[in-house]
């Protein structure tokens, strides 16, 4: 692994027909609020428009903002979201969730990088620890509290995760990162040039994260020592944009009872033609290999999307795609998969209607036909209102049917891995259906205020249960509910050097076994979510050459889980050395000695961090 990233980390330097040049790049602080809430996004309407006009609960985290927050990771980066509720469960893992449901094996949230979903259908969610990219890279991650079936399809019932990096022309010239604390160390060189139509970029990276302790002090036996390499090219001609990239990585943990291995690589092409006036057509392919102990995942993916040029109030979008998984388990006598070997593939196609009904009031119709091997044809259709009453606010409402189709671990999975079984897949669960229903309010009252609201309720449909069967207990689909809420922030500047954010989200869920059902689980003891959070963020430039930025963090507490209610302090104090050095000091936890974030286990302590950025 270690030969295969010095080759693509040294070769292009060597190669390189030309010298690279590094671009000027505003930043966020050079931003005025009415730039930053007019930033492009894409995830909502799957074409780009400015963040103000997006009629969904979007929260965009800035490549800025997580420069400023002196993060490690995309786990922690993650907090930066008011809309999520983010509890990391050891050193790169969390339970990560919108809109309820959180656990190790959250399953109602899509998460993509640069279009690359990296869900596992195993259980429907993400190995958040297998997962990484160069932060320093990263553009923007655009996060969606809500279902974005018509466009991501089947599993994006809760939220969509799209984070999204920068094209290589924006990454010119070397970068060099590197820092060590408490809890490890990490290095990340990253290399960009110019080629005769386009741009290039190649990067290394190696951390190793020691082990976290729990409350009695003994080790979690969860560090982790990883080596990542990647590249990305990005090219045109006359009318066409061209993007190739990958990543190849390799870890080794500590898990008990030996050391556990990941091991992947991925490669991802998009095709982009722009016919002028709106009307484009992409295509974007990927091909995603990973391995960790006991299974091993194949990924083959292909989508197309057809924007039409706009005609009278209709602008149309018509898209479609392909995914074919193999998926491959090695059984032990604590779990098996029967059988251990399972090809999954399906299909979609999909039409959405952008429809100008005035010139202050918009439609968007949408639907989905989404084939999956368990349950045959999914529908998922979608509606959005958004009036403009003003040009500084916005009122949008959406109703949508989404579902979470079945994973392995609800029709194949037995425990213990050998009869008889306490628990085993059940060979007809049905997909959980959620029809939610969505009211919103966007303004930017002043030039230096900004802020969003939304209210939600989704109707919850054959939610997962645990039932008797002939022979033990099987997975069903007894349990129905619902669950509702609100979710909010703001974006004031109070000076020109000083900015504040903050978010607040408040949710309650409620199940119960539907009738003739039968429920063996606790509906109390089952639900793993905080009706309360906040989060708050300042950045403050000190002097022309120091930043200060501090954020604090509130969890409500998780009674079923024996975790109590707890506030993080991290702050952030950087010294611009030069206008290519940078030199900053991390604290997370700064005011509170310890505490545990999502079960009894990990104890996540006051740590500092010490990081070096050089761009030559």
Do not use: C
Not at 114 to 138: A, C, K, M, N, Q
């Amino acid at each position: 692994m270690r030969w295969i990233v010095a080759l693509l980390f040294v070769a292009p330097a060597v190669f390189a027909a030309d010298q690279p040049v590094v671009v000027a790049q505003r930043t966020a602080a050079d931003l005025t609020l009415e730039e930053l809430v007019n930033i492009t996004v894409t995830t909502v309407s799957g074409r780009p428009q400015a963040l103000a006009a997006a009629p969904g609960s979007i929260y965009v985290i800035t490549g800025e903002d997580i420069r400023r927050s002196g993060v490690k990771n995309i786990v922690e980066a993650l907090q930066l979201a008011p809309n999520l509720q983010v509890a990391r469960t050891g050193t790169m893992s969390g339970a990560i969730t919108a809109r309820g449901f959180n656990g190790t094996l959250a399953n109602k949230l899509l998460v993509l990088i640069d279009g690359r979903s990296i869900y596992t259908p195993t259980f429907s969610g993400v190995f958040w620890e297998v997962h990484d990219v160069v932060l320093e890279d990263v553009d923007r991650i655009e996060v969606i509290s809500g279902p974005g079936g018509v466009l991501w399809g089947a599993n994006a019932v809760n939220g969509v995760i799209n984070i999204l990096t920068k094209p290589a022309a924006l990454t010119q010239g070397w970068m060099l990162s590197a820092g060590a604390g408490n809890d490890g160390s990490f290095a990340t060189a990253r290399l960009g040039g110019r080629t005769e139509n386009g741009h290039y970029r190649v990067y290394a990276k190696t951390f190793r994260w020691e082990d976290l302790t729990n409350p009695a002090g003994a080790s979690q036996r969860d560090g982790l020592d990883r080596v990542q390499a990647g590249f990305r090219s990005d090219w045109t001609t006359a009318r066409d944009g061209f993007t190739f990239q990958g990543d190849i990585y390799g870890s080794t943990g500590n898990q008990v009872p030996v050391a556990s291995e990941f091991e992947g690589l991925n490669f991802l092409g998009r095709w982009q033609r722009d016919f002028g006036g709106g009307e484009n057509l992409r295509a974007q392919a990927y091909y995603d290999y990973s391995k960790r102990p006991q299974q091993q995942l194949t990924v083959a993916d292909l989508e197309v999307a057809y924007a039409m040029r706009p005609r009278g109030a209709h602008r149309l979008l018509f898209g479609g795609g392909a995914r074919h998984a193999r998926d491959k388990f090695a059984s032990s006598a604590a779990f098996a998969f029967f059988p251990p070997d399972k090809t999954l593939s399906g299909w979609n196609l999909y039409v959405q209607d952008e429809i100008a009904l005035t010139d202050t009031l918009d439609a968007t119709l949408g639907a989905k036909i989404d084939r999956n091997t368990y349950t045959g044809i999914e529908f998922l259709p979608s509606a959005r209102l958004a009036w403009r009453p003003s040009t500084s606010s916005m009122v949008w409402a959406a109703w949508s049917r989404a579902v979470r189709i079945p994973s392995r671990v609800d029709r194949e999975l037995f425990l213990p891995g050998v009869p008889p079984f306490a628990l085993a897949g059940g060979q007809t669960f049905q997909s959980e259906i959620s029809y939610v229903y969505e009211l919103g309010y966007r303004a930017q009252p002043l030039k230096a205020l900004s802020w969003s609201a939304t209210a939600f309720y989704h109707d919850l449909q054959k939610q997962r249960s645990v039932s008797p069967g002939p022979a033990g207990a099987v997975i069903s689909n007894d349990r129905e509910g619902h669950t509702s809420g609100a979710e909010g922030w703001l974006a004031w500047r109070v000076t020109d050097r000083w900015r504040l954010e903050g978010g607040y989200t408040h949710q309650k869920t409620k199940l119960r076994v539907i009738p003739g059902g039968v429920d063996l689980q606790a509906l109390a003891n089952t639900l793993a979510d905080p009706s309360d959070w906040w989060k708050l963020r300042s950045s403050l430039e000190l002097w022309d050459r120091w930043q200060l930025d501090v954020m604090a963090r509130h969890y409500g507490a998780l009674s079923n889980r024996n975790v109590p209610s707890y506030t993080a302090v991290d702050v952030r104090l950087a010294w611009k050395v030069s206008p290519r050095a940078e030199v900053a000091l991390v604290v997370q936890n700064l005011l509170d000695d310890k505490h545990i974030e999502f079960a009894p286990g990990a104890e996540f302590r006051r740590n500092g961090l010490l990081r070096v950025r050089l761009d030559l």
